[in-house]
């Protein structure tokens, strides 16, 4: 048998091939890391755009969830029972705006004006007690705390700042998700289409059980901003504490975000009521108190039964991540996103590459 020969030149091109591969495979990954590294930057240079489309998108969720409780009650079609809801919506806060508004534009007034009489009325009761004073002078000055507060407005109005730029955000999330509610398949169909063929089941199904969780987490919690608002604004009045109607709706609608809103509604409340009288102010934080585990061992069970169960600490955490990122729109949003990034957890990676079997909650 004769042995095969080869070339000097055909030796070098086989010395070659590893290496042509492992150049071309270093040059696959950097490439990856460098798009990976542009994708993140992009992402972190468009943080309030993409905090306003995921807004748009709860938005769309809890309408389609809505339209698709009435039409399967009264037997239309969807679209229609969406039509419906909206049209509804659009009649109980343009009545209640009407009813309310001069009475709620008054007591915002007065709230503006209330709470710092009643910070500097805190301020010489404190002075008045030398073991008080002592602790308060280890705190920073009260401008520098108002200072540090204004640095979260730019991003407290997600896409444009100011009172203006709020409401036309609340245009913009009602609107894009009227749309997204409408033909919700249209978009979510387009999304899929980026996938590879053989994962596009897993990630329908997915996409599916993010909508459910987060579509059963607004509407509770949605039933728990009403309740705690109009709760707390009836016994706000029945304390005689001033201003209870705007105290109500601003801890209604902070009731929004768990464990801190309850918080940084309760402060200005119990400011106005220190202002009238120290035991006022005790009743005030009773009310809170009481009211705050009412929702805790009570709404919130029922809230997390249908939706998903979200470990107190970690949304603690999402929320001072998100809120230290993006200001108080992500703490605002902080738990919705943490709900949706628990679900990608477990059916991602633990199930799919773990291949652990996650229980429902």
Not at 259 to 276: D, H, K
Request: proline letters at 6%.
């Amino acid at each position: 048998m004769s042995e095969q020969s080869y070339s000097p030149s055909q030796a070098v091109e086989a010395d070659a091939a590893p290496k042509r591969k492992l150049m071309q495979r270093t040059a696959i990954i950097n490439g990856i890391a460098v798009l990976f590294i542009l994708g993140l930057a992009a992402a972190w240079l468009a943080a309030d755009a993409l905090l306003l489309v995921f807004a748009c998108i709860l938005c769309a969720v809890l309408l389609y969830k809505l339209s698709d409780m009435l039409a399967r009650r009264t037997k239309m079609k969807r679209q229609i029972a969406l039509a419906a809801v909206v049209l509804l919506l659009f009649a109980v806060i343009g009545l209640g705006g009407w009813a309310m508004a001069p009475q709620i534009s008054e007591q915002s007034t007065k709230l503006a004006e209330t709470v710092p009489q009643s910070i500097e009325k805190l301020q010489q009761l404190v002075n008045a007690h030398p073991i008080l004073k002592r602790v308060m002078s280890e705190l920073p000055p009260p401008e520098q705390v108002v200072k540090q507060m204004s640095s979260l407005v730019p991003n407290a109005g997600l896409f444009f700042g100011g009172v203006i730029g709020a409401l036309g955000n609340v245009v913009i999330i009602l609107f894009v998700g009227i749309y997204f509610a409408a033909s919700p398949h249209l978009y979510t169909s387009g999304f899929i289409k980026l996938i590879p063929p053989s994962k596009r089941p897993r990630a329908r199904q997915v996409m599916e059980k993010i909508g459910q969780t987060l579509a059963s987490w607004l509407l509770g919690k949605s039933i728990s901003m009403l309740i705690v608002g109009v709760v707390t604004s009836i016994g706000l009045s029945m304390l005689g504490v001033p201003l209870a109607l705007i105290l109500g709706i601003i801890a209604g609608l902070l009731d929004f975000i768990p464990y801190l809103g309850p918080i940084m509604a309760g402060v200005p409340a119990v400011l106005i009521a220190f202002s009238m009288s120290p035991d006022l102010a005790l009743y005030t934080i009773l009310l809170f108190t009481g009211v705050q585990l009412v929702e805790g061992y009570l709404l919130q069970p029922l809230i997390e039964s249908r939706a998903v169960d979200l470990p107190p600490a970690l949304t603690i955490v999402m929320q001072l991540v998100f809120g230290t990122l993006f200001g108080f729109a992500g703490v605002a949003l902080a738990t919705p996103l943490a709900a949706a990034l628990k679900v990608l957890v477990q059916m991602l990676y633990v199930e799919d590459v773990l291949g652990d079997k996650v229980e429902e909650s």
